[in-house]
Nanobody, 117 residues
Framework: QVQPVESGGGLVQPGGSLRLSCAAS????????MGWYRQAPGKQREFVAT???????NYADSVKGRFTISGDNAKNTVYLQMNNLKPEDTAVYYC???????????WGQGTQVTVSS
């Protein structure tokens, strides 16, 4: 069973930074992509960023220029560096691992990020 595990969430003031980590454990035969999604209270889960095994990145327009996704293939780990955080970034952030594109993949339990003064 593949299990992504997130860490690094917390409370930060507007304009601050946080770094999220996601380490995947279990029987991992191959990874097509790892990425981040978020869900704010009362809203649907939305895409944030993704990193493919080939090194391609993609970002939601709302986080471009502020968030950076990176990875360590040897450790099956993906990171999300979040800078210039805004209150609207407040959400539970979920890590997602896909073995094949277009599939639901495997989800972590989520980590809370709260941006507030």
């Amino acid at each position: 069973q593949v299990q992504p595990v997130e860490s690094g969430g917390g409370l930060v003031q507007p304009g601050g930074s946080l770094r999220l980590s996601c380490a995947a454990s279990g029987y991992i035969f191959s990874i097509n992509s790892m990425g981040w999604y978020r869900q704010a209270p009362g809203k649907q889960r939305e895409f944030v960023a993704t990193l493919t095994s080939g090194g391609m990145t993609n970002y939601a327009d709302s986080v471009k220029g502020r968030f950076t996704i990176s990875g360590d293939n040897a450790k099956n780990t993906v990171y999300l560096q979040m800078n210039n955080l805004k209150p609207e970034d407040t959400a539970v952030y979920y890590c997602n691992l896909k073995r094949l594109p277009g599939t639901n993949g495997y989800w972590g339990q989520g980590t809370q990020v709260t941006v507030s003064s």
